[in-house]
T-cell receptor
Framework: IAGITQAPTSQILAAGRRMTLRCTQD?????MYWYRQDLGLGLRLIHY???????GKGEVPDGYSVSRANTDDFPLTLASAVPSQTSVYFC????????????FGNGTRLTVT | AQSVSQHNHHVILSEAASLELGCNYSYGGTVNLFWYVQYPGQHLQLLLKYFSGDPLVKGIKGFEAEFIKSKFSFNLRKPSVQWSDTAEYFCAVRTSGTYKYIFGTGTRLKVLA
Protein backbone atom coordinates (compact mmCIF):
# COMPACT_ATOMS: atom_id res chain seq x y z
CA ILE A 1 0.00 0.00 0.00
CA ALA A 2 1.49 3.33 -1.06
CA GLY A 3 2.11 5.82 1.69
CA ILE A 4 4.46 7.19 4.29
CA THR A 5 6.08 5.04 6.94
CA GLN A 6 7.48 6.58 10.08
CA ALA A 7 9.60 4.81 12.69
CA PRO A 8 9.62 4.40 15.57
CA THR A 9 5.97 4.79 16.55
CA SER A 10 6.99 6.07 19.94
CA GLN A 11 10.19 6.59 21.87
CA ILE A 12 11.31 7.68 25.32
CA LEU A 13 14.69 9.33 25.18
CA ALA A 14 17.04 10.68 27.83
CA ALA A 15 18.03 14.30 27.48
CA GLY A 16 21.35 14.74 25.72
CA ARG A 17 20.98 11.63 23.60
CA ARG A 18 20.99 11.62 19.82
CA MET A 19 17.93 10.34 17.98
CA THR A 20 16.96 9.90 14.34
CA LEU A 21 13.33 9.69 13.33
CA ARG A 22 12.86 7.82 10.11
CA CYS A 23 10.49 8.63 7.29
CA THR A 24 10.11 6.70 4.05
CA GLN A 25 7.60 7.21 1.26
CA ASP A 26 6.93 5.05 -1.78
CA UNK A 27 4.90 7.54 -3.78
CA UNK A 28 7.92 9.11 -5.51
CA UNK A 29 6.95 12.52 -4.17
CA UNK A 30 9.63 15.15 -4.55
CA UNK A 31 8.57 17.37 -1.66
CA MET A 32 8.79 16.14 1.93
CA TYR A 33 8.23 17.84 5.27
CA TRP A 34 8.68 17.38 9.00
CA TYR A 35 6.18 18.90 11.41
CA ARG A 36 5.86 18.78 15.16
CA GLN A 37 2.46 18.84 16.79
CA ASP A 38 2.02 20.33 20.23
CA LEU A 39 -1.16 20.94 22.18
CA GLY A 40 -2.47 24.43 21.55
CA LEU A 41 0.17 25.19 18.94
CA GLY A 42 -1.03 23.03 16.07
CA LEU A 43 1.51 21.84 13.53
CA ARG A 44 4.74 23.72 13.08
CA LEU A 45 7.11 23.13 10.20
CA ILE A 46 10.61 22.03 11.24
CA HIS A 47 12.35 21.36 7.92
CA TYR A 48 11.34 20.61 4.39
CA UNK A 49 12.86 19.33 1.17
CA UNK A 50 11.71 20.29 -2.31
CA UNK A 51 13.61 17.47 -3.96
CA UNK A 52 16.41 15.01 -3.28
CA UNK A 53 19.61 16.82 -2.41
CA UNK A 54 17.97 20.02 -1.14
CA UNK A 55 16.57 20.99 2.26
CA GLY A 56 15.17 24.12 3.84
CA LYS A 57 14.35 25.46 7.28
CA GLY A 58 10.82 25.84 8.53
CA GLU A 59 9.39 27.75 11.48
CA VAL A 60 11.16 25.84 14.27
CA PRO A 61 14.39 24.32 12.91
CA ASP A 62 16.68 24.81 15.93
CA GLY A 63 17.92 21.57 17.45
CA TYR A 64 16.97 19.52 14.38
CA SER A 65 18.72 18.52 11.19
CA VAL A 66 17.59 16.66 8.09
CA SER A 67 19.10 15.07 5.03
CA ARG A 68 17.64 14.03 1.72
CA ALA A 69 20.02 11.63 0.02
CA ASN A 70 17.30 10.13 -2.17
CA THR A 71 13.65 10.66 -3.07
CA ASP A 72 12.21 8.12 -0.66
CA ASP A 73 13.88 8.91 2.67
CA PHE A 74 13.83 12.03 4.79
CA PRO A 75 15.26 11.36 8.28
CA LEU A 76 15.03 13.92 11.09
CA THR A 77 17.87 13.99 13.62
CA LEU A 78 17.95 15.45 17.09
CA ALA A 79 21.66 15.79 17.85
CA SER A 80 21.23 16.31 21.58
CA ALA A 81 17.65 15.97 22.72
CA VAL A 82 16.09 18.38 25.22
CA PRO A 83 12.76 18.06 27.08
CA SER A 84 11.19 20.83 24.98
CA GLN A 85 11.48 18.51 22.00
CA THR A 86 8.88 16.23 23.55
CA SER A 87 6.21 16.20 20.87
CA VAL A 88 4.48 14.21 18.17
CA TYR A 89 6.40 14.37 14.92
CA PHE A 90 4.71 13.98 11.56
CA CYS A 91 6.40 13.43 8.25
CA UNK A 92 4.51 14.48 5.14
CA UNK A 93 5.01 14.48 1.40
CA UNK A 94 3.42 16.11 -1.60
CA UNK A 95 3.18 15.24 -5.26
CA UNK A 96 4.35 17.75 -7.83
CA UNK A 97 1.76 20.21 -9.07
CA UNK A 98 0.04 23.17 -7.52
CA UNK A 99 -3.10 21.22 -6.67
CA UNK A 100 -1.44 18.61 -4.52
CA UNK A 101 -2.21 18.37 -0.80
CA UNK A 102 0.08 17.01 1.89
CA UNK A 103 -0.01 13.32 2.75
CA PHE A 104 0.93 12.49 6.33
CA GLY A 105 2.55 9.55 8.05
CA ASN A 106 1.19 8.11 11.29
CA GLY A 107 3.55 10.08 13.46
CA THR A 108 6.23 9.42 16.08
CA ARG A 109 5.49 10.24 19.69
CA LEU A 110 8.76 11.32 21.31
CA THR A 111 9.23 11.93 25.01
CA VAL A 112 12.50 13.45 26.20
CA THR A 113 13.12 12.98 29.92
CA ALA B 1 4.99 36.30 7.84
CA GLN B 2 1.95 34.35 6.83
CA SER B 3 -0.28 33.07 9.60
CA VAL B 4 -3.46 31.11 10.01
CA SER B 5 -5.95 31.74 12.80
CA GLN B 6 -8.54 29.34 14.07
CA HIS B 7 -10.54 31.20 16.68
CA ASN B 8 -12.50 28.26 18.06
CA HIS B 9 -10.18 26.08 20.09
CA HIS B 10 -12.81 23.77 21.54
CA VAL B 11 -16.32 23.16 20.28
CA ILE B 12 -18.91 20.88 21.82
CA LEU B 13 -22.06 20.03 19.88
CA SER B 14 -24.89 17.60 20.10
CA GLU B 15 -25.52 15.20 17.24
CA ALA B 16 -27.49 16.74 14.36
CA ALA B 17 -26.36 20.24 15.26
CA SER B 18 -24.83 22.40 12.54
CA LEU B 19 -21.13 23.14 12.55
CA GLU B 20 -19.10 26.11 11.44
CA LEU B 21 -15.39 26.41 12.21
CA GLY B 22 -13.64 29.65 11.45
CA CYS B 23 -10.33 30.01 9.62
CA ASN B 24 -8.65 33.28 8.68
CA TYR B 25 -5.28 33.75 7.06
CA SER B 26 -2.98 36.68 6.56
CA TYR B 27 -1.63 36.87 3.04
CA GLY B 28 -2.74 39.11 0.22
CA GLY B 29 -1.65 37.01 -2.72
CA THR B 30 -2.85 33.79 -4.29
CA VAL B 31 -3.36 30.99 -1.79
CA ASN B 32 -4.27 27.34 -1.72
CA LEU B 33 -6.48 26.43 1.24
CA PHE B 34 -7.03 23.14 3.02
CA TRP B 35 -8.92 21.59 5.88
CA TYR B 36 -7.50 18.50 7.50
CA VAL B 37 -9.07 16.25 10.13
CA GLN B 38 -7.25 14.24 12.77
CA TYR B 39 -9.26 11.53 14.48
CA PRO B 40 -8.07 10.46 17.94
CA GLY B 41 -4.75 8.66 17.71
CA GLN B 42 -4.49 9.00 13.95
CA HIS B 43 -2.62 11.12 11.43
CA LEU B 44 -4.03 14.07 9.55
CA GLN B 45 -6.29 13.36 6.61
CA LEU B 46 -7.43 15.77 3.92
CA LEU B 47 -11.07 16.86 4.20
CA LEU B 48 -11.18 19.32 1.33
CA LYS B 49 -9.11 21.82 -0.60
CA TYR B 50 -9.54 25.01 -2.56
CA PHE B 51 -7.29 26.11 -5.40
CA SER B 52 -9.40 28.16 -7.77
CA GLY B 53 -12.87 28.44 -9.27
CA ASP B 54 -16.06 27.96 -7.28
CA PRO B 55 -15.40 29.36 -3.80
CA LEU B 56 -17.72 26.79 -2.25
CA VAL B 57 -15.91 23.47 -2.10
CA LYS B 58 -17.30 20.15 -0.99
CA GLY B 59 -15.23 17.53 0.73
CA ILE B 60 -15.65 14.11 2.21
CA LYS B 61 -18.18 13.10 4.85
CA GLY B 62 -20.57 15.96 4.08
CA PHE B 63 -18.15 18.78 4.89
CA GLU B 64 -17.92 21.94 2.84
CA ALA B 65 -15.99 25.18 3.05
CA GLU B 66 -16.41 28.62 1.55
CA PHE B 67 -13.53 30.80 0.45
CA ILE B 68 -14.28 34.49 0.95
CA LYS B 69 -11.34 36.37 -0.49
CA SER B 70 -12.41 39.77 0.83
CA LYS B 71 -12.48 38.41 4.37
CA PHE B 72 -9.38 36.21 4.04
CA SER B 73 -11.51 33.37 5.36
CA PHE B 74 -12.10 29.71 4.62
CA ASN B 75 -14.70 28.50 7.10
CA LEU B 76 -15.61 24.85 7.40
CA ARG B 77 -19.26 23.81 7.65
CA LYS B 78 -21.38 20.74 8.08
CA PRO B 79 -25.19 20.92 8.30
CA SER B 80 -25.59 18.01 10.72
CA VAL B 81 -22.71 16.56 12.72
CA GLN B 82 -22.39 12.98 13.87
CA TRP B 83 -20.71 11.46 16.89
CA SER B 84 -18.03 10.10 14.53
CA ASP B 85 -17.04 13.67 13.61
CA THR B 86 -15.36 14.01 17.00
CA ALA B 87 -11.82 14.98 16.01
CA GLU B 88 -9.41 17.86 15.71
CA TYR B 89 -9.70 20.05 12.63
CA PHE B 90 -6.86 22.02 11.10
CA CYS B 91 -6.95 24.76 8.53
CA ALA B 92 -3.86 25.16 6.36
CA VAL B 93 -2.66 27.65 3.77
CA ARG B 94 -0.04 27.39 1.09
CA THR B 95 0.94 30.56 -0.68
CA SER B 96 1.24 30.15 -4.41
CA GLY B 97 4.75 29.41 -5.61
CA THR B 98 6.04 28.18 -2.25
CA TYR B 99 6.53 24.76 -0.73
CA LYS B 100 5.49 25.75 2.77
CA TYR B 101 2.15 24.90 4.30
CA ILE B 102 1.17 26.93 7.35
CA PHE B 103 -1.28 25.34 9.76
CA GLY B 104 -3.64 26.86 12.26
CA THR B 105 -3.60 25.75 15.88
CA GLY B 106 -6.55 23.44 15.40
CA THR B 107 -10.10 23.15 16.72
CA ARG B 108 -11.10 20.23 18.88
CA LEU B 109 -14.65 19.18 18.14
CA LYS B 110 -16.55 16.93 20.50
CA VAL B 111 -19.93 15.66 19.39
CA LEU B 112 -22.20 14.35 22.09
CA ALA B 113 -24.31 11.33 21.21
Amino acid sequence: IAGITQAPTSQILAAGRRMTLRCTQDMRHNAMYWYRQDLGLGLRLIHYSNTAGTTGKGEVPDGYSVSRANTDDFPLTLASAVPSQTSVYFCASRADGNNSPLHFGNGTRLTVT
Amino acid sequence: AQSVSQHNHHVILSEAASLELGCNYSYGGTVNLFWYVQYPGQHLQLLLKYFSGDPLVKGIKGFEAEFIKSKFSFNLRKPSVQWSDTAEYFCAVRTSGTYKYIFGTGTRLKVLA
